[in-house]
């Protein structure tokens, strides 16, 4: 399979911003994913990234795609409490879904 | 609209028996794909299919089967039961191959 590789954790006080960084495999992506999962649910599509883009913007959401590093983050600016879950990347590759470990953000009040 | 419906939500098995997990959309998607949720390890893909009567192996297949007979059904049938199988699995649909994902809520399987 194809390795998309993510930290384990992440834990910020709420108002700051958070930054979710995540490293792929395969440079014939066309589109790169962040889904997030809230306890006890299944995922759900954050937000997605065109693979001939750099950068997204998304109400809070800011997704920057370095080609080159093969290399996807997340910022969430003015984090939440109601933000922490556990925030997965994925590629697609024919047709198949590729996720990373997630990384579960952690916001104190 | 109801999604992608999974049963059960939960479910014990003895070593050696078997189950089936079934999976359904009403979305009219196309693909259907199976994943395992380990601890720290992400989804790994198990099985997956891109429309009725057609189904490939993911990354970890051995000791499941599918099948694809509607576009609306993907069950995922567990065969003598191995402790290495218990997680929580997930079925999720999409419309084309690249699109968005929509999952179920998951079926969360202990195998004793």
């Known amino acids: 399979g194809e390795d998309v590789e993510q930290s384990l954790f992440l834990s910020v006080r709420e108002g700051d911003s958070s930054v979710i960084n995540c490293t792929y495999t395969d440079s014939s992506s066309t589109y790169l994913y962040w889904y997030k999962q809230e306890p006890g649910a299944g995922l759900q599509l954050l937000t997605y990234?065109?693979?001939?883009?750099d950068m997204k913007q998304d109400q809070r959401l800011t997704v920057l795609l370095n080609k080159k590093d093969k290399h996807l983050s997340l910022r969430i600016a003015d984090t939440q409490t109601g933000d922490s879950a556990i925030y997965f990347c994925a590629e697609v590759i024919i047709n198949k879904f590729y996720f990373g470990s997630g990384t579960k953000l952690n916001v104190k009040p | 609209n109801a999604g992608v419906t999974q049963t059960p939500k939960f479910r014990i098995l003895k070593i050696g028996q078997s189950m089936t997990l079934q999976c359904t959309q009403d979305?009219?998607?196309?693909?259907m794909y199976w994943y395992r949720q380990d601890p720290g390890m992400g989804l790994k893909l198990i099985y997956y299919?891109?429309?009725?009567?057609?189904?490939d192996k993911g990354e970890v297949p051995n000791g499941y089967n599918v099948s694809r007979s509607t576009t609306e059904d993907f069950p995922l049938r567990l065969e003598l039961a191995a402790p290495s199988q218990t997680s929580v699995y997930f079925c999720a649909s999409s419309y084309e191959g690249t699109g968005e994902l929509f999952f179920g809520e998951g079926s969360r399987l202990t195998v004793l």
């Open positions: 979305m009219n998607h196309n693909y």
């Open positions: 299919s891109v429309g009725a009567g057609i189904t």
């Open positions: 990234i065109f693979s001939n883009m």
